[in-house]
């Protein structure tokens, strides 16, 4: 609810003075960027006598959301003579942990704010009001406040000019310089994300484990990669989250792109009606096989008495279209079920072959059976407990469920366009009747939420995430969506 509150107060422009990205380094980590004015002109709110004023149609957000201490906190926010006119950066670099840039119209009643909130006073140095509070420096000037986190812990002074020097020169190289970050920056979104791809992979995980995504099979693309992104927009009855990867035309993102097949919903012919959800990629097995890791890995491969290398290349090699998989994650999560329930087809020209080597395989271990029966075999884990698998219109099919496929997802023409439309998709249904939507339901059960997700690759270095609600609560989704939180408090 803090963080949703910072997007509803609109003060007026104001002349900016030294532009916020000046503040940001070329190789920063990260940065982020939010359109407070876009998102207050969506929400609905308003700012009257200092006080915010919400629709009537958010009564079910105010009294049930908000406590007086909320209400008392948002009004002092009001009056803080922040400028939303002005975007909010946010970044983390070799010098910070994090760093918050927020446009002020009024320096003095932010000042005022930022001392209730602290319960201190802050120090005049000149052109700057300045604080130090556990290891972070906040200072205010006539244009911005700064929140600033130093990342190596320092000698006190040294931290402090490591933030005036930021506050008062900003990077002579910088973000203003990153072609990249500032095309993604620049859209006119509600909010843009970009990172440095290395910086940030090698931030958000031990070195061990990065090592050895690096030495995988796909390496040579991976450090082909020179930021990433994304943005996020609130519309009138859906949230559009888009992704965007910057990397250099290499032979390893031309091999990848050739590894992609052509759009199908096929295989959600073997995916049952009521998944939760379902994500489907197209695939080609012959041009995966020609990454050069593939061919390390079957060298390296010790002989076994169920499967060779070769054989295993050639399952690969005849894959030849859409590979999808359907979960359904409530009742996982509410362990209504032993174990996932999973549903899986793979496009290829050697199913037949792959059910009869898998029951053989799996006869050979010995301690559990797998039986044909009928059409397709069944492996029984337990009294309750079965997987089963078989083959249909040049598809291995596969499921974790005794339950077989009697009316499939392919009827739902939602998510058939969905597939059909590019090479690779997800879709999960929270429509009225769904388990999903029941789930939800029980967090807010006075709400009418009957939605849907899609995601959509664009092209090889785009993709899009998109949550629709079909009845939004309200004029806008973000009514819908804090609607949704104030009822999960009660």
């Known amino acids: 609810m803090l963080l949703l509150a910072v997007a509803m107060v609109f003060v007026s422009c104001k002349e900016e003075g030294k532009d916020a990205t000046s503040m940001i380094p070329a190789d920063a980590t990260y940065v982020a960027a939010i359109d407070g004015e876009s998102i207050i002109g969506k929400a609905g709110v308003k700012i009257e006598g200092g006080e915010v004023v919400f629709p009537d149609s958010y009564k079910s957000l105010v009294e049930k959301g908000m406590s007086g201490n909320d209400k008392q906190e948002l009004a002092d926010f009001a009056k803080a003579g922040v400028d939303f ?7 983390g670099s070799s010098d910070f942990e994090a760093v918050g840039i927020v446009p002020v119209a009024d320096r003095t009643a932010f000042k005022a704010y930022v001392e209730k909130q602290a319960g201190a006073g802050m120090e005049t140095d000149g052109a700057i009001d300045k604080m130090e509070t556990n290891g972070t420096w906040l200072m205010i000037t006539d244009a911005y406040f ?21 506050v008062t020169n900003g990077y002579e190289n910088s973000i203003e310089s990153n072609a990249d970050a500032m095309e993604m920056l620049g859209r006119k979104v509600d909010a843009a994300f970009y990172a440095d791809y290395q910086k940030l992979f090698e ?26 992104g994304g943005t996020l927009n609130f519309n009138k009855g859906d949230v559009e989250m888009q992704y965007a990867s910057f990397v250099d035309e290499n032979e390893a993102t031309k091999q990848m792109e050739s590894i992609m097949g052509k759009p199908s919903a096929e295989g959600l012919k073997f995916i ?40 295993i290349k050639g399952y690969i090699a005849s894959i030849d279209g859409p590979v999808t998989i359907g979960y359904n994650y409530v009742d996982q ?4 079920s032993s174990i996932p329930q999973i549903y899986g087809a793979i496009k290829t020209g050697k199913a037949d072959e792959l059910c009869q080597k898998l029951q053989s395989s799996i006869n050979q271990m010995g301690f559990i059976k797998c039986t044909r029966m009928g059409n397709e075999y069944v492996v029984s884990i337990s009294s309750d407990v079965a997987v089963a698998f078989g083959s249909a219109d040049g598809f291995f099919y596969f499921r974790t469920s005794p339950q077989k496929v009697a009316e499939s997802m392919y009827d739902d023409d939602l998510a058939r366009g969905i597939f059909e439309s590019t090479a690779g998709g997800a879709y999960a249904n929270l429509r ?51 609607t949704i939180i104030a009822n999960a408090q009660m």
Not at 148 to 159: L, M
Not at 203 to 228: C, E, H, V
Not at 290 to 305: G, I, L, T
């Open 203 to 228: 931030m958000s995980g031990s070195r061990q484990t990065i090592t050895q995504i690096y030495g995988n099979m796909f390496a040579d693309y991976l450090k082909s990669f020179r930021g990433i």
């Open 146 to 166: 700064v929140c600033a986190t130093p990342r190596q812990p320092a000698e006190s002074g040294a931290a402090e000019a490591l933030v005036k020097n930021l």
């Open 333 to 336: 999560m509410l362990n209504r």
């Open 272 to 311: 049952p009606a009521d998944m939760q959800l379902v994500f489907s990629g197209s695939v080609k097995g012959e041009e995966l096989l020609k990454v050069e890791a593939f061919n390390v890995m079957f060298a390296n491969m010790k002989a076994n008495p169920f499967v060779t290398a070769d054989e």
């Open 432 to 482: 009225n009747g769904s388990r999903a939507n029941s789930m939800l339901a029980s967090f807010a059960p006075n709400l009418k939420f009957s939605a849907y997700l899609e995601g959509r690759t664009i092209d090889n270095t785009s993709a899009s995430v998109k949550l629709v609600v079909e009845e939004p609560q309200g004029d806008n989704i973000l009514e819908t969506l804090l």
């Open 85 to 91: 006119s002005r975007k909010i950066y946010v970044f």
